[in-house]
């Protein structure tokens, strides 16, 4: 799975810190969901998804 | 599931007793003298328990002076998960190994010796294995 966390959150001048905050994740899990190492559950690719004020998961993460 | 653990006074609580129950376990083998008097070199399993409770204030009194929030989200679960079961696969295999090496040549080491050397050895690969696969994920 793709994502655009890391291209929308310099978008909106948000951290790794920031985001992750606003998720209730660590740093570490937006780094390795940016980097593609880890796939999300449907509950925080939803939180993360509105975190960045995008409408739809599939803004977000995109299977290939 | 996305969730948010952090250590808590609760928690400690939970830990003061656990010291408590140990302390108290110590002092009553002690008092009446039961178990072996030479346990890993604490004289008594008495001592030896006492020794564990003081072990278990320490590392807990610097977790909470550290302050820190400690955060479970999905991904250390996941991660806490595999270790687990990679460590208990490791047993299933060591559990294997020393059933056939015990009818080669039978082992004579004592049963707490043997016992604590398995859970360390235990807590060892579960580290190992917990920290290889934060590397992948």
Known sequence: ?64 | MASKKIVTKKAVMYRAVLVIVLIAAGLILNLYNIGSNDFFGYSTVGNFLIYIAFIMILVTAINYFKKKDKIIDERIEMIRYKAMTFTFMVSMFAAFAIMILDGINPITMRYSTFVSYAVCASLIFYVIAYKVIERKY
């Open chain 1, 1 to 64: 799975m793709r994502t655009k966390i890391r291209e929308f959150r310099k978008e909106q001048k948000i951290t790794q810190e920031e985001l992750a905050a606003m998720v209730d994740v660590t740093r570490q899990t937006i780094n390795s969901l940016e980097q593609g190492k880890y796939n999300p559950s449907l509950e925080l690719a939803y939180k993360i998804t509105k975190a960045l004020n995008k409408e739809r998961i599939e803004d977000v993460f995109i299977m290939e």
